[in-house]
């Protein structure tokens, strides 16, 4: 995940200033300006920018990070199930959101809030009889009107039946929506993007016919990103916006 201004990138344990270079022009790689433990998975900036939120196997925690020291100190820790591990976190950065997603291994999604300290609800499946791999929350774009009801949605994407995305109401805990047939996903961890309209959701797909992005009103697939013609690389894993 990126910070609100874009220029530090949260990427597995560390996080990455977007506005340096490399300092020897034949090295294609920067150094973290500051790196969490080698069994943190997933880190997210939360809480407009305030916090790191990252996970380590079956535990979610939150850092308070202070980049000039490099120093990171643990304010609290949840564990969102009784699963053997987080396989996807996210939240709402642009905004002052109490609210953590979680995917776990047991096939469940749970939302956490961190103001309370409490589980805000959980459902044991999150997409399907297969394990969740991918999570996906609403952006804020100041170029875009969107009804405030579509913020409320969160998605999940899982191998089950070659490839399933599931939609559910943040304010409810009810299943919204579900899209399949339109991509092919068995194996990779193809990644699930809402449009900054919230119009459509991509997803990559493994049969190198490119990504798919499938109407939300509708409930199919809109536009096939290669128009038909195969992709040349093989599959495409994500489509972002």
């Excluded at 916090?51 to 079956?58: G, N, T, W, Y």
């Excluded at 405030?148 to 070659?162: F, I, K, P, T």
């Excluded at 190198?208 to 894993?237: M, Q, T």
Aim: glycine share 6%; net charge positive; aromatic share 8%.
């Amino acid at each position: 995940s990126f910070t609100n201004g874009k220029n530090l990138l949260a990427y597995k344990n560390s996080i990455y200033s977007t506005l340096r270079s490399p300092k020897n022009p034949s090295h294609t790689s920067l150094p973290p300006l500051l790196s969490l433990s080698k069994e943190t998975d997933n880190v997210c900036f939360f809480y407009g920018d305030k916090f790191l939120a990252a996970s380590e196997a079956d535990k979610v925690k939150l850092h308070l990070y202070n980049l000039g020291s490099g120093a990171n100190k643990i304010v609290h820790q949840f564990e969102p199930s009784k699963s053997h591990k987080v396989t996807s976190l996210g939240c709402v950065n642009t905004t002052s959101s109490s609210l953590l997603f979680s995917l776990n291994s047991d096939r469940s999604l749970t939302v956490l809030d961190v103001a309370s300290n409490t589980t805000y609800w959980s459902v044991p499946s999150s997409s399907g009889r297969r394990t969740s791999h991918s999570l996906a929350l609403p952006p804020v774009s100041p170029n875009c009107s969107v009804p405030n009801d579509m913020y409320n949605l969160v998605g999940c994407a899982s191998h089950d039946e070659g490839g399933l995305i599931s939609l559910w109401d943040i304010r409810t805990a009810s299943p919204a929506a579900r899209f399949r047939g339109g991509h092919v996903n068995r194996v990779l961890e193809c990644k699930i993007n809402f449009s900054p309209c919230m119009r459509y959701i991509s997803t990559g797909s493994e049969d190198c016919n490119g990504a798919a992005f499938y109407d939300l009103r509708k409930g199919d697939v809109s536009i096939k990103w290669s128009d038909g013609r195969k992709v040349k690389d093989g599959p495409v894993e994500e489509a972002a916006w």
